[in-house]
């Protein structure tokens, strides 16, 4: 009877062994397939709705531990709800909450809840891999037919194509990084990175490279971390030197085709400096933000784009802050920032947390989490594209690898041995 006691797992070790049924990752599986692709919306709230529903059914069960996101979230929708007080227009605003936090929160509960074991893991890295082979073949075949990038396909324009390509990379790359995975996958997806790459260097984006570059840094401080050896931790210093002067060449690059050089001679660099329209915006929304610092004029990204394009005489694009926290300091005040600030650092924290797992595949979720979590936010520093399916895209991925890591919790002889170490 005794034996019987021991060998039974508890509720939290139960809910890893097995996993949803297979009919309840039918609509997560489909919003996952979607969520990359401009112009989808209707498939996409389709398929949210269906994910609800199948993370509902399948909580009823299972009943997964709360996620420790759920403080910075409340933060979120607190400091949100206050900008309601001022807001220039309320039902803008409101709806604003409902499309940016409540479509966020659904997104990551549904994965968070339907994510349990290597299953479910490798179904869901699968189905971003074939998104993410479709949208950069659909990328490099429109740019050799239209000679541009710069319009609103399924790619969703040169912004938003850009900001997918730095949420979806550094699970790309620590797939292509493990060494247990088998051969093939890792050829397949390495080559799929270097198209990606040439994808993005089409778009002209000098952001893009600056996240890069800061994610390279990240992945190197993970790598270097492990090595135990003198040697070991010079090869790491070596490789990240020389991916750091490629990828520094290619910023050169872009910036030079974009006519914004960063090199050249310093009266070159400083006219273009005193041009960059980024730093008029970002002092405009410095202004604004002075002016309500501590409730703003409503949530959502284009409240006050009227005001802008007044501001700037209809110049195109600034109608925005172009800096998420900015924006959200000009939508909320100076909450809003905070609350934003402690909505990444709680979810970075997470990920590095699980980066120290026992379990090799929990780490390996943990690192390219971190790296996300960097990325993203290098990337939205000169705009705000943290909206929309965007958004919804980095919850899912927060979802996914929060909701897997919750077998770090579990001693390992609750689930087995993970397939992905």
């Known amino acids: ?9 508890s509720n939290a070790e ?29 498939l996409r709230m389709v398929a949210l709705a269906a994910s609800a ?31 309601l ?9 409101a709806g604003e909450i409902k499309t940016e936090i409540g479509y966020g929160l659904v997104t990551f509960l549904c994965f968070y809840t339907l994510t349990e074991s290597d299953r479910e893991l490798r179904a869901w890295v699968a189905v971003l891999a074939v998104s993410f082979a479709v949208l950069v073949a659909y990328t490099l075949a429109a740019f050799v037919r239209e ?32 060494p247990c995975a088998p051969t093939r996958v890792r050829v397949a997806v390495g080559v799929l990175i270097l198209l990606a790459l040439v994808s993005a260097a089409l ?47 290619m910023l050169a690059v872009v910036a030079e085709k974009r006519q914004f050089p960063i090199v050249g001679s310093l009266e070159r660099v400083g006219v273009t400096l005193r041009t960059d329209p980024h730093f008029r915006v970002w002092s405009y929304g410095i202004d604004r933000i002075v002016e309500s610092p501590l409730v703003g004029t ?40 905070v609350a934003l600030a402690f909505l990444f650092w ?31 936010v290098v990337r939205n520093c000169t705009d705000d594209q943290f909206v929309r399916h965007n958004a919804m895209l980095f919850w899912a991925l927060v979802g996914i690898g929060l909701g897997y890591g919750r077998r770090a919790e579990v001693p390992p002889t609750a689930v087995g041995s993970s397939t992905w170490s």
Do not use: K
């Open 1 to 9: 009877m005794r034996d019987q006691a021991v060998a039974s797992p």
């Open 14 to 42: 139960r809910s890893l062994i097995g996993g949803p049924a297979w009919y309840l990752m039918a609509g997560p599986a489909v919003l996952l397939l979607v969520l990359p692709f401009a112009h989808t919306t209707a």
């Open 53 to 83: 529903l199948a993370a509902a059914l399948h909580w009823r069960h299972r009943r997964p531990a709360p996620s420790a996101l759920m403080p910075a979230f409340g933060v979120w929708i607190l400091a949100a709800a206050w900008s």
């Open 85 to 93: 007080l001022t807001a220039a227009d309320f039902w803008y605003s």
């Open 147 to 178: 000679g541009t990038l710069e319009f609103q396909g399924l790619h969703g324009g040169v912004l938003n194509y850009t900001t997918y390509l730095v949420m979806v990379l550094p699970v790309a790359a620590v797939l292509a990084a493990n």
């Open 203 to 249: 778009t002209y984006s000098r952001m893009f490279w600056l996240s890069v570059i800061a994610g390279a840094v990240v992945l190197f401080i993970f790598h270097w971390r492990n090595q135990t050896t003198r040697r070991g931790r010079l090869v790491s210093i070596a490789r990240l030197v020389g991916a750091i002067l490629a990828l520094l060449l």
């Open 298 to 337: 409503g949530f959502g990204r284009m409240q006050q784009a009227a005001v802008y394009a007044a501001h700037f005489r209809n110049e195109e694009l600034l109608v925005h802050a172009h800096n998420v926290f900015l924006d959200y300091g000009v939508q909320m005040g100076i909450p809003g920032i």
């Open 346 to 376: 709680s979810v970075g924290r997470q990920f590095t947390r699980l980066s120290a797992s026992r379990a090799a595949a929990c780490r390996l979720v943990g690192i390219a989490g971190t790296v996300a979590v960097v990325m993203v």
